[in-house]
């Protein structure tokens, strides 16, 4: 009897106070609205907040650097993001040379993310290999991300920045609104994008570039990223722009915390999403791509938060190699 008091005290106090950490308000840093990450972060907040009484708030930053310094400096508890993007982040190189974000943590990888460069339809043109000469957005001051994402795919073509004309252009959003307008021939975006298919709307049709995938252009892009690779894209509905089966440049996108963020926290979110694994994907079909199981990678330069290791561990879920 003794016994089953003690266990029944211990269960109540723990269940207050992952109740207490679930219940309270957290941030989610993305970028602004019509980008996937920001899409993403809507849907997780409102999946987690039906299955998992967490309260999540969705806070839209200009570009990566703000939305990892954020995270670093408490300002928000969580952000999603390019895998690569943390590891250079936590070491300090790259664009954050200087000013390493030190108090970044893996939580759980959410999906594979493969990027391209596009094209309107009436460009004509099919290949990477094709836009040699021709405009592309450059630049991205407010989202510097994207100069290695464009870079590794230019090189999965064979070609360079130096090989097209560069259009300085501020951010994502902004990238593809020039495309519209036609002040440049091709912009950058992530397959399943919603801006994607705004701008397909309005121009009567686009396509995502073909890119070379043997190991040579694996080399290529593993020099502008560790973490780049390459994966098989067929064609869906939410995938405006693929129109065939097609190897893209892809990165793994990843759940990050803050140092600061109390582990019951992590855990109670990543249990919540857990929970809420069928309503992630039919809310946005790329989050489809993720599980518990599967969400334990062993990323290079990163460590995982005491929380999210806490909760695999707990759930007998193995760390798998990358």
């Known amino acids: 009897m003794k016994l089953t008091k003690t266990l029944i005290h211990s269960a109540a106090v723990l269940a207050f106070s992952v109740g207490a950490a679930a219940a309270q308000t957290v941030s989610i840093a993305t970028l ?24 999540m708030v969705v806070q839209p930053y200009g570009g990566n650097l703000a939305m990892m310094q954020a ?25 954050y040379r200087d000013n390493a974000q030190s108090g970044l943590r893996i939580v759980a990888k959410l999906n594979a993310l493969p990027v391209g460069l596009y094209v309107r339809d009436s460009l004509g043109i099919s290949r990477i290999d094709e836009l040699k000469g021709k ?53 950058f975006f992530a397959v399943g994008g919603p801006k994607v298919a705004e701008v397909d709307a309005a121009v009567e049709g686009v ?6 995938s043997d190991a040579s252009a694996l080399e290529r892009i593993r020099a502008v ?15 405006v722009g693929i129109e065939a089966p097609m190897m893209m440049v892809t990165w793994d996108n990843v759940l990050v915390a803050g140092a600061h963020v109390p582990d019951e926290t992590v855990q109670a979110l990543l249990t919540a999403m857990a929970d809420a694994g069928e309503a992630l994907g039919e809310a946005y079909p790329p989050l489809r791509a993720f599980s518990a199981e599967a969400a334990y990678v062993d990323y290079p330069g990163v460590a995982y938060h005491p ?4 909760f695999f561990e707990e759930n007998a879920i193995a760390k798998k190699a990358f």
């Open 225 to 239: 990223r560790p973490a780049f690779y390459f994966s098989e894209v067929t064609p869906a509905p939410f995938r």
């Open 71 to 95: 995270v670093h400096q408490g300002l928000a508890e969580f952000s999603i993001n390019d895998v690569n993007d943390v590891i250079v982040a936590v070491a300090g190189e790259a664009d």
């Open 32 to 55: 602004p609205q019509g980008s996937v990450w920001n899409t993403m972060g809507n849907v997780i907040a409102g999946a987690v907040r039906e299955h998992g009484d967490v309260r």
């Open 307 to 310: 929380g999210a290791v806490r």
């Open 207 to 212: 396509r995502f570039l073909e890119i070379d």
């Open 135 to 187: 405009r592309v957005s450059s630049g991205w001051d407010a989202f510097p991300l994207a100069n290695s994402h464009v870079s590794a795919i230019l090189t999965a073509g064979g070609l360079t920045y130096d090989d097209v004309v560069g259009v300085p252009v501020p951010g994502l959003i902004r990238g593809s609104d020039d495309l519209v307008s036609g002040r440049t021939d091709a912009a």
